[in-house]
């Protein structure tokens, strides 16, 4: 019952914040021709996960989002917090080693910032997603956005990553695309214990892209500046009618390396998305060439999606798999319920980030979880 508590207090509490705004919006717009449009969402979710070797994880997650427009301006700010139940419990680990905890209570500022846009142009100040990559998994050209690393891979792909503060500004005409970032404060990467985090300062980093339609190929150049460092990289697609070709490659570091290929398939309900990826890394490896194979899957039956993921380094130990199941329950006072089911394995060496969620989890690890979405 105490985690259903929790997960009332929390949204209740969100409710409170976000009701006066709604209420200014409404009541003004019977005095203004363009009043503020204001919408928030509340996606609480209730997770229970077993591990091998017993309790993962009992904890209440609470998303939140707001988004305002006038005209031409906009804000946009989204976040979440966590508390887990089942670490209320969790004891010293014997001699005095650092405990693996499976989670810490925590609450993050996902994106905030404000924008406006004129016609073509548009400038975007804060935190915010600044992805130019095709591919989820890394090496890519995704060099603004840091990871989540100690939260493993139970989080939907797009919560599992930070994002850069920053200014971007946009062009956008039918064929063609352009984009110039300046970094503020570089994303910051978290990784579980016993592995130390980062802590970036503030640098002088720029990015810029173009993307542009050439005979059927989507075509994109990038680059990024840093400190006497100039690196960039290309990505190109061709969409078929079931699927989507693409390639991607460049130097993400100085002696980083990488080359990507993968298709997209999608066939009515069904989607598969194989790629592989070759890089050069000898800050972590002596190889010359090392081989990623990523291919998750998705189906769709009426309201029922599963799901599947497979990620492995062919020259490692290390490897990842899991398949979800997920249910939509429908709609009941102005919010939508989803209950889902999932088991995960991890395989990997002890001095490595995959050997670390192995013990973590004792290999596997499986759960339940319930999400609630509101629109206010």
């Known amino acids: 019952m105490r985690i259903w508590g929790s997960a009332v207090t929390l949204t209740s509490l969100l409710f409170a914040t976000a009701h006066p705004?709604?209420?200014?919006?409404?009541?003004?717009?019977a005095k203004k021709r363009n009043p503020w449009e204001v919408s928030a969402v509340l996606n609480p979710r209730l997770t229970a996960l077993q591990a091998n070797e017993g309790e993962f994880s009992r904890a209440t997650f609470l998303k939140s989002s707001l988004t305002a427009k006038k005209g031409g301006f906009g804000l946009f700010a989204e976040g979440f917090v966590e508390h887990d139940f089942a670490e209320w419990d969790k004891q010293p680990t014997a001699l005095a080693l650092p405990e693996l905890r499976k989670s810490r209570d925590t609450g993050y500022l996902q994106e905030a910032y404000l924008e406006y846009q004129y016609s073509r142009v548009s400038i975007r100040a804060g935190r915010q997603?600044?992805?130019w990559s095709q591919?989820?998994?890394?090496?890519?050209?995704?060099?603004?956005?840091?990871?989540?690393?100690?939260?493993?891979?139970?989080?939907?792909?797009?919560?599992?990553?930070?994002?850069?503060?920053?200014?971007?500004?946009?062009?956008?005409?039918?064929?063609?695309?352009?984009?110039l970032f300046q970094v503020i404060q570089p994303a910051e990467n978290s990784f579980p214990e016993p592995l130390p985090n980062e802590t970036r300062k503030p640098e002088a980093q720029t990015g810029a892209r173009i993307k542009a339609r050439v005979k059927g190929f989507d075509v994109m150049l990038m680059g990024r500046i840093k400190p006497n460092e100039v690196l960039g990289g290309a990505a190109l697609s061709y969409a078929l009618d079931c699927c989507v070709l693409k390639v991607e490659g460049g130097k993400v570091e100085a002696s980083?390396?990488?080359?990507?290929?993968?298709?997209?398939?999608?066939?009515?309900?069904?989607?598969?998305?194989?790629?592989a990826t070759w890089f050069q890394d000898p800050v972590l490896t002596n190889k010359d060439i090392e081989t990623i194979l990523y291919a998750p899957l998705r189906y769709t039956w009426g309201r029922?999606?599963?799901?599947?993921?497979?990620?492995?380094?062919i020259e490692r130990e290390d490897q990842f798999a899991s398949a979800l199941i997920s249910r939509d329950l429908g709609e009941?006072?102005?919010?939508?319920?989803?209950?889902?089911?999932?088991?995960q394995n991890y395989e990997g060496r002890d001095d490595r980030l995959f050997g670390i969620y192995r013990l973590q989890t004792s290999g596997t690890v499986g759960g339940i979880s319930l999400d609630i979405l509101t629109s206010l």
């Open 21 to 29: 705004c709604l209420t200014w919006a409404q009541s003004t717009s």
């Open 135 to 179: 591919s989820w998994t890394l090496p890519s050209l995704d060099v603004f956005t840091a990871r989540r690393w100690n939260r493993l891979f139970l989080d939907p792909l797009p919560e599992q990553l930070v994002h850069s503060d920053g200014v971007l500004l946009s062009y956008a005409a039918s064929d063609i695309e352009a984009d």
């Open 304 to 313: 029922t999606t599963f799901e599947a993921q497979y990620f492995r380094y």
């Open 332 to 343: 009941w006072a102005k919010s939508s319920f989803k209950i889902s089911a999932f088991i």
């Open 256 to 275: 980083k390396g990488f080359f990507i290929a993968g298709v997209d398939v999608f066939l009515g309900d069904f989607s598969f998305q194989p790629q």
């Open 129 to 131: 997603s600044v992805r």
